[in-house]
């Protein structure tokens, strides 16, 4: 029951927290579980976008309408990403990206037995997001910071490092928003130096919220 705001518009939605294979039975991961981005996807098949959804959760419930596609880690991701950016009119990067990853992956589950130390050897995974704000066209661009403290100084920092039109600071120091609940308590950050920050509420709301915002900042 949307009012068409994003009628013919291509959305490109990240979700959920990338997971980086050590070994064939064992990966480094974090707490994200996609429900945020999720709800940007239902939000914008509301207001009549195509959505094409990328994401690390499988076990939650397919958006009706969206265009579906499953990955595992960070360059896989980036894969998916380059793939569907240049036909895309809006890229919501909500996913919880893993900064590093296991220098070399194990053919074998690797033994306890048979390791000589047990330290984990990590490379830099790419930024996808400062990738896309590199080579934007006329997209807009959308990115998200989880972050515990000063949250508006670092959001800014990264909504003009990565050259974005929409920056979502998160606060995730308290355990009622953030990772996994059901709600979230987000500031929204653009180029013009506006922020509009919102008290806790359901991360439905927020998608409905950010979808707005993105409408408003095509026109
Ligand atoms: O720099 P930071 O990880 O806090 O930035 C968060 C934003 O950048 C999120 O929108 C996230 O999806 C994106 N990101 C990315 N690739 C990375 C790390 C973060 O696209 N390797």
Same mark, same amino acid.
């Given at each position: 029951n949307g009012r068409g705001l994003l009628k013919g518009k291509k959305v490109l939605i990240t979700a959920g927290g990338t997971r980086e294979a050590i070994d064939p039975v064992r990966y480094i991961g974090n707490y994200s579980s996609g429900k945020m981005g999720y709800a940007i996807a239902r939000a914008a098949l509301r207001e009549g976008a195509m959505v094409h959804l990328i994401s &690390?959760? #499988?076990?939650? #419930?397919? #958006?009706?309408g969206a265009d579906m596609e499953y990955v595992s880690s960070a360059v896989e991701m980036k894969q998916a990403v380059d793939r569907q950016? %240049? &036909?895309? %009119?809006v890229v919501v990067m909500a996913a919880a990206v893993a900064d590093y990853r296991p220098a070399a992956v194990a053919d074998q589950k690797i033994k306890k037995e048979t390791m000589t130390s047990p330290d984990l050897k990590l490379t830099l995974n790419p930024d996808i997001l400062l990738g896309l704000g590199e080579r934007k066209q006329n997209q807009v661009l959308v990115g998200f910071a989880a972050e515990t403290n000063d949250v508006i100084a670092h959001g800014r920092e990264k909504l003009v490092r990565k050259n974005l039109d929409l920056l979502v600071a998160n606060d995730?120091?308290?355990?009622?928003?953030?990772?996994?609940?059901d709600e979230n308590q987000v500031s929204l950050l653009t180029p013009d130096g506006h922020v509009s920050s919102y008290p806790r509420m359901a991360k439905e709301d927020i998608g409905t919220l950010i979808i707005e915002k993105i409408a408003s900042i095509m026109k």
């Amino acid at each position: 029951n949307g009012r068409g705001l994003l009628k013919g518009k291509k959305v490109l939605i990240t979700a959920g927290g990338t997971r980086e294979a050590i070994d064939p039975v064992r990966y480094i991961g974090n707490y994200s579980s996609g429900k945020m981005g999720y709800a940007i996807a239902r939000a914008a098949l509301r207001e009549g976008a195509m959505v094409h959804l990328i994401s &690390t959760n #499988p076990p939650l #419930p397919h #958006p009706e309408g969206a265009d579906m596609e499953y990955v595992s880690s960070a360059v896989e991701m980036k894969q998916a990403v380059d793939r569907q950016y %240049d &036909t895309s %009119d809006v890229v919501v990067m909500a996913a919880a990206v893993a900064d590093y990853r296991p220098a070399a992956v194990a053919d074998q589950k690797i033994k306890k037995e048979t390791m000589t130390s047990p330290d984990l050897k990590l490379t830099l995974n790419p930024d996808i997001l400062l990738g896309l704000g590199e080579r934007k066209q006329n997209q807009v661009l959308v990115g998200f910071a989880a972050e515990t403290n000063d949250v508006i100084a670092h959001g800014r920092e990264k909504l003009v490092r990565k050259n974005l039109d929409l920056l979502v600071a998160n606060d995730v120091s308290s355990p009622e928003s953030g990772f996994h609940v059901d709600e979230n308590q987000v500031s929204l950050l653009t180029p013009d130096g506006h922020v509009s920050s919102y008290p806790r509420m359901a991360k439905e709301d927020i998608g409905t919220l950010i979808i707005e915002k993105i409408a408003s900042i095509m026109k």
